[in-house]
């Protein structure tokens, strides 16, 4: 018997013009789970992060978290149900300060802002400094984001998005950009740190070294339809992945 | 991170009591100017709190209208000659009037934003241009007022304003800094940066920017009802966009970090105004436009940034 399913997504359909982006899409995420969403360019993995996040709405459908049906929220009544998402380019405030990014995401994180309370209170200091430390980014505290290298922002914008303590962490694209040799150090880190926490995180990956190591489950997309839904090892070895997602297959055909 | 808000309540206590003393050693001319810079310094608080989260108000005017008007009829009409009473009631109506039209303007960025302000601004103009009861364009006077109850004396009068003004102004920006460094602050800043990442981290962008509509409404009323009662005369021009642009101009030359360079390039303004006016009778905005590219040239952000950035060098 299974558990019942965290993220519930039925029949999502999404198009852009003619351009179909999301097909018949059905997924259901139990509570824990890693699971590693991959495809080529435009196969419609990040439409789909964007529905589940609420900056896109299915054009039919329904997405339910915990039972809830969160289709035709806003992203920001999304997040305060528990649902935070990092982006493929950081999504950062570049004039600010390392620390004071983390204040602003606790501040935003807060019910109810106050026009008293200092942004700097002790409360947000504490839990930011124990955040960035976890994230091993306690050394670029005080520097500004747009001093920083592309990893370090990589994982501050993660580190961002684990602020409000989400039962759910969307992670788009988290090693792109970033050398080979800083990839799996870096995904080590956001891993160890996600292994404190109870919950259940996805995320689109393009390097298949990466998502047999940390992945629990792996649901490829095509052409805005899914493909293969299976542990990284049978889903690697699936045909229709092999053809369009890995290029395998079209590599040995070119050879033979 | 910021300064504690003992440390903020002494600076304020004190630079309130020194400019209260050295009101008494200026002379008329530059009490009244002084009095002007403080009241119009006040409107210009309001727009840098907008800028702080990425946008400009042209039509800042509108407010310091509607406080101004609302003080000139209080008195008139009602017989209210409190000048505290009147300078509030004129920031209270001056949000109130506003308030319906804060979620509308809070949906909107950069020029558009701009616009809409302006366009508000040019109808409140063109009411009262039209309005008779209100004077027509000509508007109407009013007389002394008074404090706690007691009338001001001749040789007072004018020191009385400037000490009210100068304390309006160092308590408003008391309270819009211990607005800037609590969370709602920091989230309008965020704003600025990347609108996007406040909604997916939970924060609502359009209540924080129709919030500060609505506090840049209430420091633009006080302004209007203490330029008026400086005065004595109100009229639609308090509305127009060209006294809308001057509240522009000083929060620039200000830049967004530091309240005390509001209330400093608001008396620059003036300064610059009397100064040119008197040596350059019909060529003081020519003046004031190379004023404002010399500034934006050597320090593009504002005067503030001159102490603002020596303090972050001094952190360690």
Redesign the interface.
């Known amino acids: 018997m299974t558990s019942k399913a965290l993220l519930s997504a039925k029949n999502l359909q999404k198009q852009f013009g003619a351009v179909v982006a999301a097909q018949d899409i059905c997924i259901d995420i139990q509570s824990g789970e890693r699971v590693s969403l991959i495809g080529s360019n435009g196969a419609g993995k990040t439409t789909f992060v964007n529905m589940i ?1 609420g900056y896109l709405k299915p054009d039919s459908g329904v997405i339910e978290l915990d039972n809830y049906d969160i289709t035709a929220l ?3 009544q999304i ?2 149900l528990g649902v ?2 990092s982006f493929q380019i950081p ?6 300060t390392v ?2 990014n983390m ?3 606790m ?4 019910n109810k ?8 209170n002790k409360e947000h ?1 504490a839990r930011g400094a124990d955040l960035l430390h976890r994230f091993g980014l306690s050394q670029h505290s ?1 520097r500004r984001v747009k001093e920083l290298p592309g990893g370090i922002r990589k994982l501050l914008d993660i580190a ?2 684990m ?2 303590s989400p039962k759910l962490l969307l992670l788009d694209e988290p090693t792109s950009g970033v050398s080979a040799e800083e990839k799996f150090p870096m995904m080590d880190t956001i891993m160890r740190v996600l292994g404190n926490e109870p919950l259940t995180a996805l995320f689109v990956e393009h390097d298949m070294d990466i998502v047999r190591r940390y992945a629990d489950r792996v649901i490829a997309f095509y052409s805005g339809r899914i493909i293969a839904d299976a542990s990284p090892e049978q889903a690697l070895a699936n045909d229709d992945v092999r053809r369009y997602v890995t290029g395998e297959l079209r590599q040995e055909a070119s050879h033979a | 991170m910021h300064r504690s808000i003992v440390s903020l309540t002494v600076i304020t206590v004190f630079t309130a009591a020194a400019l209260l003393a050295l009101g008494l050693a200026l002379p008329k001319w530059l009490l009244f100017m002084c009095t002007m810079a403080f009241a119009n310094g006040l409107v210009s608080l309001g727009i840098m709190l907008l800028m702080r989260g990425g946008v400009v108000a042209f039509g800042q005017g509108l407010m310091s209208a509607i406080g101004g008007y609302t003080a000139a009829l209080m008195f008139q009409k009602l017989g209210v000659k409190d000048a505290l009473l009147l300078t509030m009631s004129g920031g209270v109506t001056a949000m109130l009037i506003t308030a319906p039209f804060a979620p509308l303007l809070s949906r909107y960025r950069g020029i558009f934003f701009s616009m809409l302000t302006l366009a508000l601004s040019m109808v409140g103009y063109g009411i009262l241009v039209k309005t008779e009861s209100l004077g027509g364009s000509d508007g109407f006077n009013l007389g002394r007022v008074t404090l706690f109850g007691q009338s001001l004396a001749d040789a007072w009068v004018g020191y009385v304003l400037y000490a009210i003004s100068a304390c309006l102004a160092c308590l408003m920006a008391y309270i819009c800094r211990i607005y800037f460094d609590s969370t709602r602050g920091l989230i309008t800043q965020a704003i600025r940066e990347n609108e996007l990442r406040v909604e997916y981290l939970g924060g609502s962008v359009r209540h924080t920017m129709a919030i500060n509509f609505l506090i840049a409404a209430f420091l633009g009323g006080c302004g209007g009802a203490m330029a008026v009662m400086a005065l004595g005369h109100i009229d639609p021009t308090f509305s127009y966009w060209t006294t809308s642009g001057e509240f522009v101009f000083v929060a620039i030359l200000a830049g967004t970090q530091s309240v005390v360079a509001i209330m400093l390039s608001s008396i620059i303004l003036e300064a610059v105004r009397s100064f040119s006016s008197a040596y350059f009778p019909n060529t003081w905005q020519l003046a004031l436009g190379i004023f404002l590219l010399v500034v934006i040239r050597f320090l593009p952000h504002g005067l503030g940034s001159l102490w603002t950035r020596t303090t972050r060098k001094e952190q360690p």
Do not use: D, K
């Open positions: 996040t806003s992203p920001r997040t305060h935070a998402r999504q950062l405030y570049p004039a600010l620390i004071e204040l602003v995401a501040a935003c994180h807060e802002l106050s026009m008293w309370r200092p942004s700097s200091l005080n961002l998005a602020t409000g």
